[in-house]
């Protein structure tokens, strides 16, 4: 893939366009603890172009993600003990949905049982694009053969840990084959794959590849993959097919990283910082 001709055929803005132009991305993310995965997927996706964006949280923590998100929107669902999603909050997250162009599941969300039975559950019944990270990724660890149903179309971006867990490999083995587990999970499970990394591998079902070259270690940092979920979910809601708006989410993402490495330095890199420089590296869409 080259990234220069998929930067070149971004969608340009009519003058006359309106927020709905845009894409309505809703975010699955939060429970206690994980407030700030909730916060830096949902402000990426609205900093990333998206005409709206809500993020569906537990009712407890519905306080400090209002407060935190001021241009998105935040819904309150029935939560577990851990402040997570529950399971009664399923029908109505499914039906919200109906009104979205693209999900973003798992920051945050913890790995509580019920909860993860939610995402398998939404996966399975939703028909909009999802990109699923974190926790996400884990609740189909030992269930990754009921990706083979889901009605979505799927990303999932995992760091090398958690392919590891989701394949039944360890670490070494996925650092060591990065590409070809990347395309055979992306073949196998009809899914594009996001291996994160350096030199993040995206893989297409088909087998179209993109090795990407932005970024630094400095953003090897928590919250770092939750911007990047954001991102890509927005492209996507945009319009963007799934595997062009991976490459791209990617691309930006690290050149945000390049772009905050040079004030911030590699030990003091935060993953806001890459969140604040987005408008700066996203100005080559437009």
């Known amino acids: 893939m080259n990234i220069n001709d998929a930067i070149r055929g971004f969608p340009k803005r009519a ?6 132009d845009f894409g309505h991305v809703l975010v699955i993310a939060g429970s206690s603890g994980g407030t700030g995965a909730a916060y830096l997927t949902a402000q990426a996706a609205a900093l990333s172009g998206s005409g709206l964006v809500t993020l569906a949280a537990g009712r407890s923590i519905f306080p400090v993600m ?6 998105v929107m935040v819904r309150p669902f029935f939560e577990t003990r851990d402040w997570s999603l529950s399971l009664l909050a399923e029908k109505d997250i499914i039906n919200f949905s109906d009104k979205t162009d693209a999900l973003a599941i798992g920051p945050g969300i913890s790995q509580n049982k019920e909860t993860q039975n939610l995402v ?4 399975a ?3 909009k694009p999802i990109v699923l990270d974190a926790d996400g990724i884990n609740a189909f660890v030992g269930h990754v053969d009921a990706l083979k149903s889901a009605r979505s179309r799927l990303i999932f971006t995992p760091h090398a840990g958690e392919m590891a867990r989701l394949i039944g490999q360890d670490v070494k083995y996925i650092e060591q084959n990065r590409k070809d587990v990347a395309l055979k999970f992306a ?3 009809n899914t594009v794959l996001v291996l994160k990394g350096h030199n993040t591998v995206v893989a297409a079902p088909a087998g179209d590849i993109y090795v990407n070259e932005t970024g630094n270690v400095g953003m090897a940092t928590g919250g770092s993959g939750d911007v990047l979920t954001g991102m890509i979910a927005s492209f996507i809601g945009q319009g963007i097919e799934l595997f062009t708006a991976a490459a791209l989410g990617v691309y930006f993402h690290g050149l945000a990283g390049d772009i905050a490495l040079k004030n911030k330095g590699v030990l003091s890199l935060l993953a806001t910082d890459i969140l604040n420089k987005l408008p700066e590296a996203l100005k080559a869409l437009g």
């Open 66 to 71: 209002a407060v935190k998100l001021t241009e």
């Open 120 to 123: 398998r559950n939404l996966v």
């Open 187 to 189: 073949a196998e499970y």
């Open 15 to 20: 003058v006359g366009a309106h927020k709905g």
């Open 125 to 127: 019944k939703i028909e």
